[in-house]
């Protein structure tokens, strides 16, 4: 049986933009050693940027200096041509998916409901990793945050939620989360529709979804999980533009080593991956 189709583990690498590609590059190793290695078939999605020539470079450089074959792209330029049945056979045989960074409006139009959209659901179940950046990380939940302004405070209906491809329900995932001050909006969003449990992820940082049901962080910095399903808020009262009461909100901040269970929404286990160097030397002499 073709790598492409074993079935495996459901597998998304979600990647909150900006992530190391010179360097040690440990996310993109990540999803590069999911996808098969050298035996990989990774299908690389440039739409959400403007800049795709470039994007399509620079990621055919990294994930063949990190040993896989150079990537097929998938680059529909309209609704329409996501419907073409060669760029869906290509999804078909991935054993990886990567979608860049850039507007995920763009996104939304272009997948979400299409046959390259179904394409994707079927790599994702059958166990093909399933990877986005920045905007490609905002798509892969049921709803998305398409725009909105930045900050700590969580203001009334400053930020817009859009339909993405649902390939992790029951969540909203932001991205580029610390460096662009984006708590705010995610508590807005959450405190607004409390069934949903809120992720941001941090620069250079992702997080591995397995089998739909929970997640191990890897990267630099956290991933924030906001949940307000006990909180209180008056969401529906706020006039627009308000700054937003919300009390009794549950906040986990997750680095490296981090395991969460998204169905019962608490910490499975935790392994120290940033450990003071001065300390653990300490602790070797002692």
Do not use: W
């Not at 993109?28 to 399509?56: C, N, Y």
């Not at 989360?177 to 405190?191: E, H, I, K």
């Not at 919300?246 to 120290?272: I, K, M, N």
């Amino acid at each position: 049986m073709p790598p492409s189709q074993r079935r495996a583990t459901p597998t998304l690498l979600i990647i909150g933009g900006a992530e190391d590609r010179v360097g040690k590059a440990t996310v993109l190793r990540r999803f590069v050693r999911l996808a098969g290695g050298r035996k990989a078939k990774i299908v690389l999605i440039p739409t959400a940027s403007s800049f795709q020539d470039e994007v399509t470079e620079a990621y055919t450089e990294v994930f063949t200096r990190l040993g896989a074959p150079a990537p097929s792209v998938v680059n529909p330029q309209s609704r329409q041509e996501s419907h073409d049945e060669a760029l869906v056979a290509l999804v078909d045989e991935a054993t990886g998916v990567f979608m860049s960074g850039g507007s995920q409006l763009k996104l939304s139009q272009r997948f979400p409901g299409t046959p390259l959209g179904d394409a994707l659901h079927r790599a994702h179940d059958r166990g093909a990793v399933v990877g986005g950046t920045s905007a490609g990380a905002s798509i892969m939940s049921q709803f998305m945050i398409s725009m909105g302004e930045e900050g700590i405070t969580p203001r009334q209906r400053h930020s817009q939620l859009s339909a993405g491809l649902g390939l992790l329900e029951g969540v909203i995932i932001d991205q580029h989360f610390a460096q662009r001050s984006r708590y705010g909006r995610l508590m807005s969003m959450v405190a607004a529709s409390p069934s949903l449990i809120g992720i941001g992820i941090d620069e250079d940082t992702a997080i591995e979804v397995r089998d739909r049901s929970g997640f191990t962080v890897h990267g630099a910095g956290a991933v924030f999980v906001l949940d307000c399903r006990e909180a209180v808020s008056d969401a529906p009262d706020a006039r627009r533009g308000a700054p937003l009461m919300v009390s009794g909100a549950v906040v986990h901040s997750l680095p490296a080593g981090a395991t969460f269970d998204l169905a019962e929404v608490r910490l499975v286990d935790f392994v120290e991956k940033h450990a003071d160097a001065a300390v653990a030397l300490a602790s070797a002499k002692a």
